[in-house]
Structures are given as structure tokens and as C-alpha cells.
Nanobody, 121 residues
Framework: QVQLVESGGGLVQPGGSLRLSCAAS????????MGWFRQAPGHQRELVAS???????RYGDSVKGRFTISRDNAKNSVFLQMNNLKPEDTAVYYC???????????????WGQGTQVTVSS
């Protein structure tokens, strides 16, 4: 199995910054996609930012120019630097990956437990 461990959420004032971290562990053969989604109360889960295996980065429209995703391939980790945070960024942020385990040919989706980010004065 693959496990995702997230850290870095919290309470921040509008205009502030936070950095989220996520590390994948397990008998991982490959990570096809790894990144972040978020879900606010009453809303669907949406893409924040993600890496594909070839390094292509996708950002959700609402975070472009403010959030930056980075990764450490050696540690199967991704990071999300969130700047100029707004109240509408308040949500539970979930780490996600699509992973293939050693000895298996099929990849599957894995979700972290989620970390709360609250932007409020």
C-alpha cells in the first residue's frame, strides 16, 4: 500500500503564506501524478496543483500566480507554497497521487487524510 502524510496547514491572515508538505511511502514503483486538491464546505473537491510523471505542472485557475508546487523525487514528496492567501482559499487540502506498486502493473489513486487551511482575520 501507499500512504500519504501531509503537514503544514493552519490559520493565517489574508495576504499571508503557508507551505504544505506531503510525503508518499510504501513499495512504490512509480508515481504517475502527485499533487494537491482542496474541498471547501458545500463545494466539490477541486484541483489546486499537480505534477505529472514527466514533470508537467497543472494549476487550478483560482490559484495561478499565487501558489507554487514543487517536488523532491528522491523522497517522493511534493510541496505547495501558498502566497497571498485569500479567505476563499479556506478548505481542507488533500494530497493525492496515482501510484503503481512494485510487482503490480496497475496504478491506483491514493488520498491523504487532509489538512485544514483557514484564511481569516
Amino acid at each position: 500500500q501507499v500512504q500519504l502524510v501531509e503537514s503544514g496547514g493552519g490559520l493565517v491572515q489574508p495576504g499571508g503564506s503557508l507551505r504544505l508538505s506531503c510525503a508518499a511511502s510504501g513499495d512504490i514503483a512509480s508515481l504517475n501524478v502527485m499533487g494537491w486538491f482542496r474541498q471547501a464546505p458545500g463545494h466539490q473537491r477541486e484541483l489546486v496543483a499537480s505534477f505529472s510523471r514527466d514533470g508537467t505542472i497543472r494549476y487550478g485557475d483560482s490559484v495561478k500566480g499565487r501558489f507554487t508546487i514543487s517536488r523532491d523525487n528522491a523522497k517522493n514528496s511534493v510541496f505547495l507554497q501558498m502566497n497571498n492567501l485569500k479567505p476563499e482559499d479556506t478548505a481542507v487540502y488533500y494530497c493525492h497521487c496515482n501510484a503503481r506498486l512494485l510487482g503490480y502493473s496497475v496504478a491506483y489513486n491514493v488520498w491523504g487524510q487532509g489538512t485544514q487551511v483557514t484564511v481569516s482575520s
